[in-house]
């Protein structure tokens, strides 16, 4: 594992793309908002968050504290977060508020990040970027201690699982459109990852099945 070296705070007005089926780190202090634009409409990206000291480095690795999907559902009472929720932690601390939201507002909580073993049972023979491993280099590249045997379960922004009559559940294209983004304000410091999910075997990234570039923007 490398030395922390690269955990700096991104500046407010830096913007750039998050290559399709590639994931990409940012360190943000409190305060700091990130704009996620989903450039071509139909791209989910998988969003993950760490916290981080005052100084911007990672806490100790025996303490797990990270962005956290169950602690979000309880803590706005919702399947799906929306405009004015927050996104809390492990310890059920808000890590992210989300302030503006122009997509429909069609999230998913529920879903695990798609990972080699999920493509082997789609049918996929040899490598096939992942999610979870996209996460896993962004953490190696910035020296960010986190059990590899566990990958929280991302926020899937514009990912569309519709809960059926039921309770079963279904993965059909996003209802996002061209130019659509999400705003969120990081409520303390943290380490945000950001992957443009590979997934090009069911429709979640559209019916063309083919994954996008997606933008950034710090505010």
């Not at 994931?23 to 071509?40: D, E, P, R, W, Y």
């Not at 409520?187 to 083919?210: F, H, M, R």
Request: with cysteine; aromatic share 8%.
């Amino acid at each position: 594992m490398s030395d922390p070296k690269n955990l700096t705070a991104i500046g407010a007005g830096t913007a750039g793309i998050i290559e399709a089926r590639k994931g990409k780190a940012f360190v943000m202090k409190k305060g700091q908002s990130l704009k996620l634009i989903n450039t071509h409409g139909a791209q989910v990206i998988d969003f993950f968050a760490f916290a981080l000291d005052p100084d911007l480095k990672p806490l100790d690795p025996s303490i797990m504290n990270f962005l956290s999907m169950q602690h979000t559902r309880s803590g706005n009472l919702r399947l799906s977060p929306k405009t004015g929720s927050k996104l809390f932690s492990n310890l059920r601390k808000p890590m992210f508020t989300i302030t503006e939201n122009t997509s429909p507002g069609v999230h998913d909580t529920l879903v695990p990040a798609c990972d080699p073993i999920r493509y082997s049972q789609l049918g996929v023979q040899g490598h096939h970027a992942s999610c979870a491993e996209n996460l896993q280099i962004a953490l190696d590249e910035c020296g960010y201690q986190f059990p590899r045997a566990f990958t929280p379960a991302p926020l899937n922004f514009w990912m569309n699982v519709p809960v059926k009559e039921g309770g079963a559940l279904a993965f059909v294209e996003p209802v996002s459109r061209e130019g659509d983004y999400v705003v969120l304000r990081a409520e303390e410091n943290c380490l945000a990852v950001c992957s443009a999910c590979p997934q090009d075997i069911t429709p979640v990234n559209g019916y063309s099945q083919k994954p996008s570039d997606c933008h950034f923007e710090v505010l």
